[in-house]
């Protein structure tokens, strides 16, 4: 089935403990689509400036994603993103975000995108993500993403967009300030109330849950003996998980728990690198067999 995602095209400078690297290419969407196509075609809508490297888009096509959809701006700048992750890899903080082309990006989906059936709005902002959403014909599942600078400044967008949404998927501090609940389990209640069917709870290295009335479903991280860069981790959650829900065309809970697990496997894959260098070259046979690995992890 045919699996949209709109969202940012960037480059990164990211601190880590150990290392520094300057305008790597990052964004949302490149993390989420390098993600979700093991699984399928994916069909990419965004904005980058003049200064966005061919070759970075040719990475994305030979990975089976449709560019097409990408609007270039020949006398813009791209989106641009820098942060710094603490020892312990779960502190991070924005040093800068340079919105850019980004900044007045209407975005257009093209005719032939208007048919997707599963669609992700990766982070954006929330009036980007509800422009897009308008322009499909007839989406079945929708899951959004967000992060605490929206939850701050663009909270009504935001609110719409989760009226609109089948699914969100936030870490544990954006539930926590989103709906003002310490605890998970309700947050998550109160995500829901606010209108997705469905909220995933991303608990960086301790994993995620899954909340929705018919499943509840919790997994760890998988154990990686290095991590490298957790950059893009969330968005490589989210490409594992629907990449899988779109080929599999279903969003049964017994399909929504299998795609949570393809999640947190194709999640391991981007932190053991920089960037998304850890992705580019990712076969489908080593998502499966890490897949086999994570299932004797948390079965009996
Ligand atoms: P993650 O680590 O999964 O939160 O994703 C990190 C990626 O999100 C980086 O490659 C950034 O370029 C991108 N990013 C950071 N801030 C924003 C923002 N405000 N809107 C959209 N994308 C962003």
Redesign the pocket.
Known sequence: MSLLVI??L?Y?SIETPFARRENVL???AV?FSLSASNFGPVRLVGVVGGDFERKDLELLSTRGVDVRGVERVADGKS?R?SGRYEADWNTRTTLE?QLNVFEHFDPKVPKNFRDSTFVFLA??EPKVQLRALEQCSSPGFVVADT?N?WIEIRRDELLEVLRRVDGIVLNDEEARMLTGERNLIKAAAKVRELGPRYVILKKGEHGAFLFGEDVRYALPAYPVDAVID??????CFAGGFMGYLAAADCVEAPTLRRAMLYGTVTASFCVQGFGVEALEAKKRAQIESRFNEMLEFVTL
């Open positions: 969202g940012t960037a990164d990052g964004g949302s993390y989106f993103w975000t982070n954006a992060m600078l957790p950059t893009g981790a969330g968005d």
